[in-house]
């Protein structure tokens, strides 16, 4: 089966600072691709990131980059930089291979950015 | 359009009512997906549309839903016989098919009063 595991249901972070949001998932499959989403209060999902698992450079959009340790199943979210815009809810989450394309979530970060 | 809309963005319904959700996915997208997330919780897959093929429904949590997609453009997912567990919201998502992530709609807050 495949799983997604957010173990920090809540953080908070000064705005300007750093902070790494976790992320652990299982799965038996060899290719398969990484997400992060985030979700604002409009509800819109919106993609921050995402990551091939047969890539071992790990992905960097502008302030947000992911540290991927395929061994270890991780797949943490660090956001440089942090802004009040940042907070919102985050969901990690995985597509692995198979004719469905169907997207597994785990249960979000909600961030909270601080002035 | 630009983007994936969902109707209505909210939905007062009564328990045991008939409800229909609309999606309209992005122009050429040619997968559509429904997922649902109630409170507190991650996204919960309920059905994937992919073209002509016939729909991933292992989602669904109970016949009282279901859904269709007209000419592989608009989808509308119904629930019959609301009940007050069926609040949530629920969001469409669309993508082209080689595509390995999708663009979601604001979704529609369902609640069952």
């Known amino acids: 089966a495949q799983t997604v595991t957010q173990s920090q249901p809540e953080m908070s972070v000064q705005e300007a600072e750093t902070v790494t949001l976790s992320c652990t998932y299982d799965?038996?499959?060899?290719?398969?691709?990484l997400f992060w989403y985030k979700q604002p209060p409009s509800r819109q999902m919106i993609l921050v990131i995402r990551q091939e698992a047969y890539k071992q450079q790990n992905a960097t959009e502008n302030r947000f980059s992911v540290n991927f340790q395929k061994a270890a199943k991780s797949f943490s979210l660090k956001i440089s930089d942090s802004q009040l815009g940042d907070t919102a809810m985050y969901f990690c989450?995985?597509?692995?291979?198979?004719?469905?394309?169907?997207?597994?979530f785990g249960t979000g970060t909600l961030l909270a950015v601080q002035p | 359009g630009a983007g994936v809309s969902q109707s209505p963005s909210n939905k007062v319904t009564e328990k045991g009512k008939d409800v229909e959700l609309r999606c309209d996915p992005i122009?050429?997208?040619?997968?559509l997906y429904w997922y649902r997330q109630s409170l507190g919780q991650g996204l919960e897959f309920l059905i994937y549309f992919q073209g002509n093929s016939a729909p991933d429904k292992s989602g669904l949590p109970s016949d009282r839903f279901s859904a269709e997609r007209t000419g592989g453009s608009v989808s509308t997912l119904t629930i019959q016989r609301t009940q007050q567990e069926d609040s949530a919201v629920y969001l469409c998502?669309?993508?082209?098919?080689?595509?390995?992530?999708?663009?979601f709609g604001s979704g529609t807050r369902l609640t069952v009063v």
């Open positions: 998502a669309s993508s082209l098919s080689w595509e390995p992530g999708y663009t």
């Open positions: 989450a995985l597509k692995y291979g198979g004719a469905t394309n169907k997207l597994i």
């Open positions: 122009s050429g997208h040619t997968a």
């Open positions: 799965t038996s499959e060899n290719n398969y691709y």
